[in-house]
Structure formats: C-alpha cells, structure tokens
Antibody
Framework: EVQLVESGGGLVKPGGSLRLSCAASGFTFSSYSMNWVRQAPGKGLEWVSSISSSSSYIYYADSVKGRFTISRDNAKNSLYLQMNSLRAEDTAVYYC????????????????WGQGTLVTVSS | NFMLTQPHSVSESPGKTVTISCTGSSGSIASNYVQWYQQRPGSAPTTVIYEDNQRPSGVPDRFSGSIDSSSNSASLTISGLKTEDEADYYCQSYDSSNHDVVFGGGTKLTVL
C-alpha cells in the first residue's frame, strides 16, 4: 500500500523556522517527483513546491520562494520542506503528495496525498 | 499568472445532477490536462477525474469530466447525487510558462 506520512508540524513564532518531513512507503520513491501542497484553515489548496525524482528540477510558488527549500533523500525514502522566515500567512496544513504518473502526461496531478501536518505561525 | 475560478458553492437534491465549472483566466485551458479532487472534512484530497475526463479505478461512473474550449472551462458533473458526495471539489491544472501547479478555489457541494 502506498503511504505518505508527514511530520514536523507545530507552533512557531513569526520569523522562525521549521522542517517538515514526509516518509514514503509502498512504492519506488526514487522514481517519482514529489510535492508539497498547503491548505490554510478554512481555505483552498495551494501548491507550494515540487521536486523531480533526482532533485534535478525544483519549483516553488512565488509566495514561498526564497524562504522555503524542498529536498529529498532517496536512500531514506523521505521528502523534506525547510521553512524559514515564517509568517502568519504560512499557517496551514501541509500535505506531501506524490506525482500520480512516473512520466507525467498530466503535470500537477498528485496522487496519493498524505494526511497532512499542521503548521501554526503565531506569537 | 494562470488562474482557475470555481463557484464558491453549489447545492442540489439527492438523485439529481450537478455540474461544477472551472474557468481558466487566460490562454487555453486545453493546453494542459485538468484534474478534479474531492476533499471531505478532515481528510486529504482524492482524485475523482484526471486528464480532463478519466476516472480512477474505484470512482463511480456517476462522476464525469469535460472541457469546453469555447468558454475556456472545465466541468465536473455528478449524476445520481448521494449524500456521501457532499464535499469540497477542486479543479487543478498547470501553467507551462512558469511550471506552477494551479488549483481552483474550490466548490463546496451540499446535497440536501
């Protein structure tokens, strides 16, 4: 069974840092691009960042560019999101999601998703 | 930047048919595939339609997707509505110009 389990969320003060992790199992992690998507409380989905299977290609939403860093460790089947200079508007549930396709005919199609980890930025 | 616009909410009775629209802001929505996700409260999103009109295994054929190039929009149609269909639905596509993944704002479906 394909499984994605996020961890690392919590309460952090504005300007602080946090590192999220996503542990993957049930598939060949090193073959798939991976992604982070967030959802602020009561709001919609917002794509945050994507990383290709070998980390050759990395993309960020403008809202996090320069503050967040996505990375992966294929030996550990793990995906990470380093979040610096956090702001109140970064408060959200952060989902780890796998590209649905090995060779995407549909870029941005994510499946499956983890259950998410809540990040709260507040003083 | 490319944006997708959905109605904030729709409601319909059990057994009826509902259609949720997703309109692209610029360019051609047909340039990249559109996906639709269902999200129930407290749960992660799951795919109900991919590549404009394909259903993943396990998704009932009451769910269908389509593209209308003339209106630059995609649509999700759910027929024979059931109370279990009550959820938030998000369309998603891709902006090739900047590699951004784009989600619509979401539509809350109420089945009453």
């Amino acid at each position: 069974e394909v499984q994605l389990v996020e961890s690392g969320g919590g309460l952090v003060k504005p300007g602080g840092s946090l590192r999220l992790s996503c542990a993957a199992s049930g598939f060949t992690f090193s073959s798939y691009s991976m992604n982070w998507v967030r959802q602020a409380p009561g709001k919609g989905l917002e794509w945050v960042s994507s990383i290709s299977s070998s980390s050759s290609y990395i993309y960020y939403a403008d809202s996090v560019k320069g503050r967040f860093t996505i990375s992966r460790d294929n030996a550990k089947n793990s995906l990470y999101l380093q979040m610096n200079s956090l702001r109140a508007e970064d408060t959200a549930v952060y989902y780890c999601a796998r590209d649905a396709q090995l060779v995407p005919a549909a870029p941005g199609w994510f499946d499956p998703w983890g259950q998410g980890t809540l990040v709260t930025v507040s003083s | 930047n490319f944006m997708l616009t959905q109605p904030h909410s729709v409601s319909e009775s059990p057994g009826k048919t509902v259609t949720i629209s997703c309109t692209g802001s610029s360019g051609s929505i047909a340039s990249n595939y559109v996906q639709w996700y269902q999200q129930r409260p407290g749960s992660a999103p799951t795919t109900v339609i991919y590549e404009d009109n394909q259903r993943p295994s396990g998704v009932p054929d009451r769910f269908s997707g389509s593209i209308d190039s003339s209106s630059n929009s995609a649509s999700l149609t759910i027929s024979g509505l059931k109370t279990e269909d009550e959820a938030d639905y998000y369309c998603q596509s891709y902006d090739s110009s900047n590699h951004d993944v784009v989600f619509g704002g979401g539509t809350k479906l109420t089945v009453l």
